[in-house]
Nanobody, 115 residues
Framework: QVQLVESGGGLVQAGESLRLSCTAS????????LNWHRQAPGKQRELVST???????HYADSVKGRFTISRDNAKSTVYLQMNSLKPEDTAVYYC?????????WGRGTQVTVSS
């Protein structure tokens, strides 16, 4: 059974940083593309960042230059380093992996940025 568990969220002030972690189990982690999404209140879930098995990365325009995605295959963990946080980054952040065409999601971790 594939499981994803996010951690690292919290309440911070604008301009501060957080690092989110997502640890996977039940998959050969190193061969998969991992994704971070977020969902703010009243808004649709959006893709924030992606990292491929070959470490190719993609970022939403809204976070480019502020967020960095990375992975540690030995720990089956993907990270999202978030710097210069803004109030508009407030959301629940989710990790996602697609396994045999099916999306598996974590339960999410709340990030709240106060102004």
């Amino acid at each position: 059974q594939v499981q994803l568990v996010e951690s690292g969220g919290g309440l911070v002030q604008a301009g501060e940083s957080l690092r989110l972690s997502c640890t996977a189990s039940g998959i050969i982690f190193r061969v998969y593309t991992l994704n971070w999404h977020r969902q703010a209140p009243g808004k649709q879930r959006e893709l924030v960042s992606t990292i491929s098995a070959g470490d190719n990365t993609h970022y939403a325009d809204s976070v480019k230059g502020r967020f960095t995605i990375s992975r540690d295959n030995a720990k089956s963990t993907v990270y999202l380093q978030m710097n210069s946080l803004k109030p508009e980054d407030t959301a629940v952040y989710y990790c996602r992996v697609d396994v045999f065409g099916r999306s598996v999601w974590g339960r999410g971790t709340q990030v709240t940025v106060s102004s």
